[in-house]
């Protein structure tokens, strides 16, 4: 009995490794084709008012004023939050220009339809 936990510990680590490894290589992949129009980042949140504001902050930074210049826009999209979060957002996107606040389902019918160019 031992034995056959160990060997499906032993595995289960193993396929994950295997997974994690393709996903690096497809990243790889994705990320050398970069497309010259740019990289606009999603980021979804919900009740995160005591921290959406440093960690917007913090990446505006490395954005603004770091070597991550391929970023055009972050689209920040409020999933239903009860707190100050969507104020924040807000706030934010009148201070940044590159800051956009976007709803679920306007950000989901974007992704959507997105044309893949050749």
Do not use: H
Request: include cysteine; hydrophobic fraction near 40%; charged fraction near 30%.
């Amino acid at each position: 009995m031992e034995n056959f936990i160990i060997n499906s510990l032993l595995w289960t680590f193993a396929l994950y490794g295997l997974f994690e490894f393709v996903r690096q290589i497809i990243n790889l992949c994705t990320y050398i084709n970069l497309k010259e129009d740019g990289i606009y980042i999603i980021i979804a949140v919900k009740n995160q008012e005591e921290k959406i504001e440093g960690f917007l902050r913090s990446s505006l930074f490395r954005i603004l004023y770091g070597k991550e210049d391929n970023v055009k826009d972050i689209i920040i999209t409020d999933l239903g939050s009860t707190d100050n979060t969507k104020e924040i957002i807000n706030r934010m996107s009148i201070d940044y220009e590159c800051v956009k606040v976007s709803s679920w389902k306007d950000c989901k019918d974007i992704i959507d339809n997105i044309e893949e160019k050749e």
